[in-house]
C-alpha cells in the first residue's frame, strides 16, 4: 500500500491510495471518520442503550408532551362543542321533507312525532324535540340539546323555523356559544 511517506506508484490512483490519503494519514489509515467499524459501533450503541436515557432528556420529552397538551385540549374541546352543535341542528333538519309533506297535506299539528314523522330521540336529547306549526305554514322544530353533551352545550337550544314563505331558517341560543361553533346558514339568537 504505502512504502513509508512516499505513496506507491501501482497503487496511488487507485482506491487503496484514494482511501489512504483522504480518510487517513501517513501509512495508518482512520478508520471511524468515513468508515464506520461495525464491532466496536454496535458495542457502543448497546452501551447507550443499556444506559437509558438521562434527567435531562426525559424533562425535555415532558415539556413537549406537556405544550402539545396544552394546545390539543382547547382545540379538542372546542371541534365537540361545534360537532354536537352540528349533530343537533342536521338532526332536527332530517325532517323538514316529513313536515313539509303534512303541512302541504293540511296537517298542521304533530302530536306524535314518533308516527307521523318517524321522530327518533337522539342522545344529545333528554326530551323529545317539539314540532310547533301554525295554519299558514309557519312554525319551528325546537330542540333542547340537554341530554349526553358538553356542558357548555347543555341546555343548548336549537330552532330550525319555517316562513310562510316556505324558507327555513336555523337560530341558536345558549350561554357561553359563539358564532364560531354554529352550524352553515344558522344565527346567535340572545
Avoid at 301554525?134 to 316562513?163: C, E, Q
Amino acid at each position: 500500500m504505502m512504502n513509508g511517506n512516499a505513496p506507491n506508484p501501482v497503487t496511488f490512483w487507485g482506491f487503496r491510495a484514494w482511501h489512504a490519503v483522504w480518510i487517513g494519514v501517513g501509512d495508518q489509515p482512520c478508520r471511524n471518520r468515513l468508515m464506520p467499524n461495525p464491532s466496536t459501533d454496535t458495542t457502543r450503541l448497546l452501551q447507550r442503550l443499556r444506559r437509558g436515557f438521562t434527567l435531562i432528556e426525559m424533562m425535555i420529552v415532558v415539556a413537549v408532551i406537556g405544550i402539545l397538551a396544552a394546545l390539543a385540549i382547547p382545540a379538542y374541546q372546542h371541534y365537540i362543542v361545534k360537532t354536537q352543535i352540528s349533530r343537533g341542528f342536521w338532526e332536527a333538519s332530517n325532517y323538514k321533507t316529513a313536515v313539509e309533506e303534512r303541512l302541504h297535506n293540511g296537517v298542521f299539528v304533530f302530536p306524535d312525532p314518533a308516527g307521523t314523522l318517524g321522530y327518533v330521540r337522539s342522545t344529545l336529547t333528554a326530551a323529545d324535540d317539539t314540532f310547533a306549526f301554525n295554519a299558514d305554514g309557519s312554525g319551528a322544530i325546537v330542540v333542547l340539546l340537554n341530554g349526553d353533551v358538553h356542558p357548555v352545550v347543555r341546555g343548548a337550544r336549537i330552532t330550525v323555523g319555517r316562513l310562510t314563505s316556505g324558507g327555513w331558517t336555523c337560530a341558536v341560543r345558549g350561554d357561553g356559544l359563539t358564532s364560531m361553533v354554529l352550524p352553515p346558514g344558522c344565527t346567535l339568537d340572545g
